[in-house]
């Protein structure tokens, strides 16, 4: 028989949710290694893929088995990455005529939550489609996956697969057996596809969560990273949206109610809205999610399938900073989707001017007022017309001169957005906060992790890896230990990933040669790199002969190897080979005493295992592992005390609650 492939699409954009697709993967390589006709296919996973390169993938590896595991948005299609690691919707109308033109494709199962729609589109071209008629699970998905695989591995058809999957679903007692739905040449066929699930097809909303982490026992980060930066504000929208975004009379309209909790006006006039929008639209407001639900998924769930978001801004509400991402993931998604959501703004009792980044927002588009329970009839009906495509009544800058009126002066003035130190600040030189800090500074704040790095640096033969989110302090701990390094007699080299040019990370032969000639130049040596190149070899071993037999055998002392932003390589067509190499650098020292002259030490701010197939093979799952976190409150006071008492001790706790210790 044929071997079978099945090529494995993985995508987590970086502005979504942070997802285990790695644990999917694995699993399906495993079920199909342990079943007889496991060796009848061939698996093949691409990670990280861009709208452009989706095509190419499918007409490159020509594969039967079409597998995709990441976000989906419901009817409007399946996120895919932009050219910066950003969300991209691929439409389901675009999805359905790219499967239409591959013929060698006979199932596709897209492991993504509310892609009902999907596959509905799909089917027309492609015999048996799969996927989720609601949100699933993480632990049903791989079970389901596994399920699926087991009985492809033992020759079973696809039908009887999809069966196996649900059965491996009902076994681990996990009550979404109901979620899976099949279509075979685009008929209902699967119990999963009844309908007598928990959802119903096309409604739900844009988070996957069949590879969602467990939000129960970790925290849970903020879901909209989409803040505006000073220098480059985006772009003001027109209100009206692109007529190809328009509605159908008969189409029901979904309607998000962006409001402040808890707040004496905006919670009672957002349930009445709610209760009035109800009638003729879906509308969402964030007391009716159910107990258990990933509440900040769910809300950026909502946001991305509604129609329009009204948003109830009070002097309290503007403060928000939840009400504020809303707003700015609406303006985002409809910057990319012609105008959709719509942003309807209301002035509930506030008319003082909006602040950046909301006058970003607010300023260029139309607004509606509210400022007791007497205008609240004629705030549902000229609220009802904007959903149908009219306009709300406060619009042109005559007409929003009027209602604005300017508060009295501050005592203190406004922040800036950009922070910059006071020259007249009672302490002697202050830095500018941004970049890596000298070592030598006097505001430095240790961590824990600062007496491990410095510690670990000590010995021989080690490896660090210092991971954490971006202005946390990375490049200056690196900066720290490598100053430890060479005081306790040893050789530094630096490399900074981001110098290497955008031709270098595309071809595995440039980059592993400027790695190494990169190497060489620092530490003074000779340059031997096209000599070594000339043997017959990969590069991943000509790069390990050129380290162990001229590098180290050059250097009188151990040589730290200091690597810096090493997540560009996560997105190069080598990134495995390359992370692998430096693995078994690692574990050559337990068997060849060159190594042990080496010591690696990385710095990322993206987590590794979504980007390595094998993480049995990665070098960030070895050695000293360091998460660098917030200050504590303790280490605020300490900086406090660096920089001459500025605060008192409870404008320390309100600087605490503001940043919860953000070192930057």
């Avoid at 917030?630 to 404008?651: C, K, M, R, Y």
């Amino acid at each position: 028989m044929a071997t079978r492939k099945i090529l494995i699409l993985a995508v987590n954009p970086k502005d979504t949710a942070q997802l285990r697709l790695d644990e999917e993967i694995r699993q399906i390589k495993e079920a199909l290694k342990l079943a007889d006709g496991g060796a009848e296919f061939e698996v093949t996973s691409e990670l990280a893929v861009r709208t452009g390169d989706l095509h190419r993938h499918l007409l490159h590896h020509k594969p039967q088995i079409v597998h995709f595991s990441g976000h989906g948005i419901g009817e409007r299609g399946l996120l895919f990455e932009d050219k910066n690691g950003v969300a991209k919707l691929i439409s389901t109308a675009t999805l359905a005529r790219l499967f239409r033109l591959c013929r060698d494709v006979d199932c596709v199962l897209l492991n993504a939550c509310y892609s009902a729609a999907q596959i509905d589109a799909i089917s027309q071209h492609v015999g048996h489609v799969i996927g989720m008629n609601q949100d699933i699970g993480d632990r049903a998905a791989v079970r389901f996956a596994e399920g699926f695989y087991d009985g492809l591995g033992y020759g079973r058809s696809y039908a009887e697969a999809f069966e196996f999957g649900l059965l491996s679903i009902e076994e681990d007692g996990i009550p979404e057996e109901q979620t899976p739905v099949l279509r075979v040449n685009g008929e209902i066929g699967g119990k999963g596809a009844t309908g007598k699930g928990k959802g119903e097809k096309g409604k739900g909303t844009a988070f996957d969560g069949s590879m969602a982490p467990d939000h129960s026992q970790t925290t849970t980060p903020s879901p909209f990273p989409f803040h505006p930066s000073p220098n480059q504000p985006p772009s003001p929208l027109p209100f009206h949206p692109s007529p190809t975004q328009s509605l159908s009379p008969t189409q029901t309209r979904r309607i998000f109610i962006s409001y402040k909790r808890d707040t004496a006006l905006d919670e009672p006039l957002a349930l009445k809205l709610y209760e009035a929008l109800s009638q003729d639209s879906t509308a969402f407001i964030d007391q009716r999610l159910l107990v258990g639900t990933r509440w900040a998924e769910q809300i950026e769930t909502e946001i991305r399938q509604a129609d329009a978001l009204i948003v109830l801004l009070s002097a309290q509400a503007v403060a928000s900073e939840m009400v504020q991402q809303e707003i700015a993931l609406a303006h985002k998604l409809a910057e990319e989707n012609g105008g959709v959501p719509r942003i309807l703004p209301v002035r509930v009792g506030y008319r003082a001017p909006f602040q950046y980044p909301l006058s970003v927002y607010l300023d260029p588009i139309n607004w509606a007022l509210w400022d007791s329970d007497a205008d609240t009839p004629g705030l549902i009906a000229e609220l009802q017309q904007a959903i149908a495509g009219g306009t709300l009544s406060v619009s042109g800058p005559t007409r929003k001169a009027e209602v604005v009126i300017e508060p009295e002066p501050a005592p203190l003035p406004p922040p800036q957005p950009a922070a910059q130190p006071v020259k007249t600040a009672p302490s002697a030189s202050l830095e500018l906060p941004e970049g890596t800090m000298d070592t030598e500074s006097a505001f430095y704040i240790e961590r824990d992790c600062d007496a491990v790095a410095l510690s670990t640096i000590q010995r021989q033969g080690v490896t660090i890896t210092i991971k954490g989110p971006r202005q946390m302090g990375k490049s200056s701990l690196l900066n720290r230990t490598m100053t430890a390094a060479a005081e306790a007699g040893k050789q530094v080299a630096f490399l900074d990933f981001q110098l290497f040019d955008r031709a270098a990370l595309q071809d595995a032969d440039e980059f592993y040669q400027q790695f190494c000639f990169w190497l060489t130049d620092e530490l003074e040596l000779e340059d031997k790199v096209e000599e070594y190149w000339k043997k017959s070899l990969g590069n991943s071993q000509r790069c390990s002969r050129y380290v162990s037999r001229h590098v180290l055998k050059s250097l009188n002392q151990p040589l730290v190897l200091a690597m810096d932003e090493v997540e560009r390589i996560f997105d190069t067509p080598f990134r495995n080979d390359f992370f692998s190499m430096l693995r078994s650098w690692h574990n050559d020292r337990a068997v060849r005493k060159i190594w042990k002259k080496l010591d690696l030490a990385f710095v990322t701010s993206t987590e590794p295992y979504q980007f390595i197939d094998d993480f049995n093979q990665s070098p960030f799952n070895v050695g000293e592992n360091l998460m660098l976190e917030d200050f504590s409150p303790a280490q605020v006071h300490t900086l406090n005390e660096i920089h001459g008492h500025p605060l008192n001790a409870i404008e320390e706790q309100r600087l605490m609650q503001l940043v919860n210790g953000h070192p930057y």
